[in-house]
């Protein structure tokens, strides 16, 4: 347990608690009993000032904490594919705790309040909730965009690259039916980046535009960089992702993904197209072998090989900002829902964001 500044419950919220109290484990029988029968689907967005909370969220973030009262809570937040909210479980607290993980669809009784100008869900009733009483679609999030069209554009970019055997090769991967079918729902991570249906997609898209302007860019200034190179490694270096996570229940690892990492997953696709395409050159496999391997930039960060060549440099450089802006995009957007200045502190980029610039 660690002691949180904001451990103090919100005014009132002690008085129904202990109304409540002893009521919050699974399967006890009282009139406050949440109903089995799935009610329609409350949205965190839709969700106000003094609002009762009745449904199932995803449970995100769990961690036992220490009031400045000395006393436990349960520190969460709640969410679906609209959002997510902070909640605080004050009651009961270590019997709640042993009820649910993070990552578990919950279903919720409480209600809305304002705590320091933000939302919070204060939990009067908390259980797992079972398969039958939520739709799995309600906390998906997919990507603003069509997939259809994005994989249309995709295919437009790889048939604009000009050597013949990089063309070959992204075009037979892209068509391939396996390939296509994930890359259509693929998100680009289990959280942090582009972490939605279609997320992959768009990351790489988003890095393909980045490599047409820097490319046009540093080559009149007189630079020298493969375009070709560029635009292989804003398709290849996650495709491994389509293998790597899984979607069935939230997103995901697979097995093969914690054994092997999308970067192996994509030279072994690599290899395998390649190795159809009579008289693909060797060197050429490797250079974007290299490409796909050196893209986290850093031995500790994860890539065998750190980039070795202008392009690779380029790949790893604009893959890092790409998910960067797409994340503090993310986050100042949902932050800013708050109307305060400053946003909470991030502990990804550990600093507080401001809001009103
Ligand atoms: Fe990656
Ligand atoms: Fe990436």
């Given at each position: 347990?660690?002691?949180?500044?904001?451990?103090?419950?919100?005014?009132?919220?002690?008085?129904?608690?202990?109304?409540?109290?002893?009521?919050?484990?699974?399967?006890?029988?009282?009139?406050?009993?949440?109903?089995?029968?799935?009610?329609?689907?409350?949205?965190?967005?839709?969700?106000?000032?003094?609002?009762?909370?009745?449904?199932?969220?995803?449970?995100?973030?769990?961690?036992?904490?220490?009031?400045?009262?000395?006393?436990?809570?349960?520190?969460?937040?709640?969410?679906?594919?609209?959002?997510?909210?902070?909640?605080?479980?004050?009651?009961?607290?270590?019997?709640?705790?042993?009820?649910?993980?993070?990552?578990?669809?919950?279903?919720?009784?409480?209600?809305?309040?304002?705590?320091?100008?933000?939302?919070?869900?204060?939990?009067?009733?908390?259980?797992?909730?079972?398969?039958?009483?939520?739709?799995?679609?309600?906390?998906?999030?997919r990507s603003a965009r069509d997939p259809?069209a994005m994989m249309a554009e995709l295919l437009r970019v790889a048939?604009?690259?000009?050597?013949?055997?990089?063309?070959?090769?992204?075009?037979?991967?892209?068509?391939?039916?396996?390939?296509?079918?994930?890359l259509?729902?693929a998100p680009a991570a289990?959280?942090i980046h582009h972490a939605y249906l279609g997320g992959l997609l768009e990351h790489t898209l988003s890095i393909c535009g980045l490599m047409r302007a820097i490319h046009?860019?540093?080559?009149?200034?007189?630079?020298?960089?493969?375009l070709?190179?560029l635009v292989f490694g804003a398709i290849f270096h996650d495709i491994?992702k389509?293998?790597?996570?899984?979607?069935?229940?939230?997103?995901?690892?697979?097995?093969?993904?914690?054994?092997?990492?999308?970067?192996?997953?994509?030279?072994?696709?690599?290899?395998?197209?390649?190795?159809?395409?009579?008289?693909?050159?060797?060197?050429?496999?490797?250079?974007?072998?290299?490409?796909?391997?050196?893209h986290?930039?850093?031995?500790?960060?994860?890539?065998?090989?750190?980039?070795?060549?202008?392009?690779?440099?380029l790949v790893a450089a604009v893959d890092d900002l790409d998910s960067k802006v797409n994340t503090i995009d993310a986050?100042?957007?949902?932050?800013?829902?708050?109307?305060?200045?400053?946003?909470?502190?991030?502990?990804?980029?550990?600093?507080?964001?401001?809001?009103?610039?």
């Amino acid at each position: 347990m660690q002691s949180n500044a904001e451990g103090s419950p919100p005014e009132g919220s002690q008085i129904e608690g202990s109304q409540i109290e002893g009521s919050q484990i699974e399967g006890s029988q009282d009139k406050d009993a949440p109903a089995r029968a799935a009610p329609p689907k409350q949205f965190v967005r839709d969700l106000s000032e003094k609002q009762a909370v009745h449904g199932v969220f995803l449970a995100r973030d769990k961690s036992l904490l220490v009031g400045k009262n000395g006393k436990p809570y349960l520190s969460l937040r709640l969410a679906d594919a609209s959002g997510s909210v902070d909640a605080r479980v004050w009651d009961n607290v270590e019997t709640v705790n042993e009820l649910f993980q993070s990552g578990d669809m919950i279903r919720v009784k409480g209600q809305v309040q304002t705590f320091q100008g933000r939302r919070q869900v204060v939990v009067h009733r908390l259980e797992k909730a079972l398969p039958e009483e939520f739709d799995m679609a309600d906390f998906v999030v997919r990507s603003a965009r069509d997939p259809e069209a994005m994989m249309a554009e995709l295919l437009r970019v790889a048939e604009a690259v000009e050597d013949r055997n990089i063309r070959q090769l992204t075009l037979d991967v892209l068509n391939d039916a396996d390939v296509r079918a994930r890359l259509l729902v693929a998100p680009a991570a289990k959280t942090i980046h582009h972490a939605y249906l279609g997320g992959l997609l768009e990351h790489t898209l988003s890095i393909c535009g980045l490599m047409r302007a820097i490319h046009a860019h540093y080559v009149a200034c007189g630079a020298v960089m493969k375009l070709d190179y560029l635009v292989f490694g804003a398709i290849f270096h996650d495709i491994g992702k389509i293998w790597e996570l899984d979607i069935d229940r939230g997103i995901g690892y697979t097995d093969k993904g914690k054994l092997l990492g999308h970067m192996v997953m994509a030279v072994e696709l690599v290899e395998k197209k390649a190795s159809r395409i009579l008289g693909f050159p060797e060197e050429l496999k490797d250079l974007l072998k290299h490409i796909i391997l050196s893209h986290h930039g850093r031995v500790e960060y994860g890539s065998p090989k750190t980039p070795m060549f202008l392009e690779a440099f380029l790949v790893a450089a604009v893959d890092d900002l790409d998910s960067k802006v797409n994340t503090i995009d993310a986050f100042m957007r949902s932050e800013r829902a708050s109307g305060d200045r400053w946003s909470r502190f991030n502990q990804l980029f550990e600093r507080y964001f401001f809001l009103k610039a």
